[in-house]
């Protein structure tokens, strides 16, 4: 069983998301795609056995970039001051990969404790699956980021590549819907509100 945002909910979280990036470069990678994907928790599952298939995609900025995906999930539901694990799961996607290798970074409001650096894998074959995990400690309710900066050495050239992977702590959906809209009384317009 799984908790799942709403799609005007997750679109309401991104908005945030990229109003706050001026602010905060860690969560410039949160585009329009995340509205696609549903934040999953996963409960009762080894996560060494979970299906790469059944997790979301963590969001990048760059269209074009090295032959790597990275999926997450969460452990379970954030709350503040709890520690929260999030599984990660790194694909490699081209035969002539020789190192992988990632760092892990929590934005404001999230304390990084564990799992800061995924350390190399060498020669990763193409379909394979590298699981890590990074534990988290919010600071307090809100939406957050975690980012994510994927190094991928090939034959002839190294790359890299940064995710956003979004965490909503508490109710901080629920909060940002009453902060960050208002209705104009004049003119009948919404009107996006700064956080405090």
Not at 6 to 26: F, I, P, Y
Not at 126 to 150: C, D, M, N, W, Y
Not at 157 to 166: K, L, N, Q
Request: proline share 7%.
């Amino acid at each position: 069983m799984f908790t799942r945002i709403s799609r005007a909910g997750w679109a309401v979280a991104v908005t945030l998301a990229l109003g706050l990036s001026a602010c905060d470069s860690s969560t410039s990678g949160l585009t329009s795609h995340a509205k696609k994907k549903a934040m999953h928790v996963q409960q009762g599952n080894d996560p060494a056995d979970r299906s790469p298939q059944d997790m979301v995609a963590a969001v990048s900025p760059s269209k074009a970039g090295p032959p790597v995906e990275l999926k997450f999930e969460l452990r379970e539901s954030p709350e503040a001051g709890q520690p929260l694990d999030v599984d990660i799961a790194i694909l490699p996607d081209a035969p002539a990969i020789n190192r992988v290798y990632a760092k892990f970074q929590g934005g404001e409001g999230l304390e990084l404790v564990d799992g800061g650096d995924l350390e190399a894998v060498e020669k990763p074959a193409q379909g394979t699956v590298i699981r890590h995990v990074v534990r988290l400690i919010p600071k307090e309710e809100g939406i957050f980021t975690v980012s994510a900066t994927v190094a991928v050495d090939l034959a002839d050239d190294s790359v890299t590549r940064t995710f956003a992977i979004p965490v909503i702590v508490g109710s901080g959906l629920a909060d940002l819907t009453a902060k960050t809209e208002a209705v104009d009384a004049k003119s009948g317009t919404a009107r996006a509100l700064k956080p405090n």
